[in-house]
């Protein structure tokens, strides 16, 4: 834009070297719109063009400089105005002067760090993009390109399995165990529920998946719970040593992998939450934390296959036993 309408100015786009070939990815923004961006992992190069398009031929453009920079930040949202920055790179495309023709100008930022996994939530957004940007002396061009991040993580070493017992005593008595505590994004939860003592009369049993997200510190810390999914186990009353299995599939479900305490600013949790209403509409809660990650894109085995592979290596036997009381009935607000 140039002042009253006088003199020149420019149009500023970036391109990047791989465009036609790089992977795209759907990512939820903050209004909920979704969109679609390059997807980029940890240590990749980014590189590509910036074009400076003049608005009116013959006239010459002035300048500051022109610079590029690949920036990832972290915005809290109660704390606008304030953009945490953990990457910052900046490549200086051409010193002041002026532009008497459009011109383009490569840009590399080589083995790019990039440690955490874009991220777009209830409180917070982390984001990474790319900003060109040609200084003036009243009114600066610039133009941002966002990209996506994911991180990839490597199978578990230790991936033990869940076991609890929880009841009310002299009233009811359940063994719930789930065949792993660490999930990738499109695996399958495979479970079983036992009923050992049944003396109350419950009317239904769910599983949900809640995502917990965690900003802020000290006494400014926000919780917000998101109920993911809701799987139905029974509906209508168990009896005394009945079984129930439980098969979750999770790749339909908008999940990222766990985030704990990224950049000291945020954290992203999940829980399973076990949730049995009596006849009474009396809300009953039990909830353990489980590990979500990244594997790469390569499918070795359709779902169908996951799920049967799973079902066969869940055993009984678990490492991680706990024996609890189930809390009081919860009110209703509590619930998610």
């Not at 994911?150 to 165990?177: Q, W």
């Not at 934390?289 to 066969?312: F, Y």
């Amino acid at each position: 834009m140039s002042f009253f309408g006088f003199g020149q100015s420019a149009e500023v786009d970036i391109v990047l070297n791989d465009a036609e070939t790089r992977k795209k990815v759907e990512h939820k923004s903050e209004d909920g719109r979704k969109d679609k961006y390059f997807l980029f992992y940890d240590g990749e190069t980014v590189n590509g063009k910036v074009n400076v398009t003049l608005k009116n031929p013959g006239k010459r453009l002035e300048h500051y400089g022109i610079k590029i920079e690949f920036i990832g930040q972290i915005e809290l949202y109660y704390d606008r105005g304030n953009h945490h920055e953990f990457v910052s790179l900046v490549k200086d495309l051409a010193r002041p002067g002026e532009l008497s023709h459009s011109q383009s100008f490569d840009f590399e930022f080589t083995h790019v760090e990039k440690p955490y996994e874009t991220y777009t939530g209830q409180n917070v957004k982390l984001r990474y993009f790319l900003r060109a940007t040609i200084s003036r002396r009243l009114n600066d061009i610039s133009k941002e390109m966002d990209i996506v991040v994911h991180t990839l993580s490597t199978y578990p070493e230790l991936n033990s399995s869940i076991k609890m017992e929880v009841g009310i005593e002299d009233c009811l008595h359940i063994e719930f165990e789930y065949n792993k505590s660490k999930y990738h994004l499109k695996d399958v939860i495979v479970g079983k529920i036992y009923f050992l003592l049944v003396r109350i009369k419950i009317k239904h049993m769910e599983i949900d998946i809640i995502k917990r997200e965690t900003t802020g510190t000290g006494p400014s810390v926000y919780h917000e719970n998101d109920t993911i999914a809701k799987y139905e186990i029974m509906d209508g009353a168990p009896v005394r040593g009945e079984s129930i299995p439980i098969r979750l599939f999770l790749a339909g479900y908008e999940m990222t992998p766990t985030m704990r305490d990224i950049n000291k600013k945020f954290s992203v949790r999940y829980y399973l939450n076990l949730v049995l209403i009596d006849e009474e509409e009396r809300r009953y809660f039990k909830q353990q934390e489980i590990t979500l990650w990244r594997k790469g894109d390569i499918v070795r085995r359709s779902m169908s296959q996951q799920a049967t592979i799973a079902s066969q290596r869940f055993e009984g036997s678990s490492s991680a036993t706990e024996k609890e009381k189930l809390p009081e009935p919860a009110k209703e607000e509590d619930s998610s």
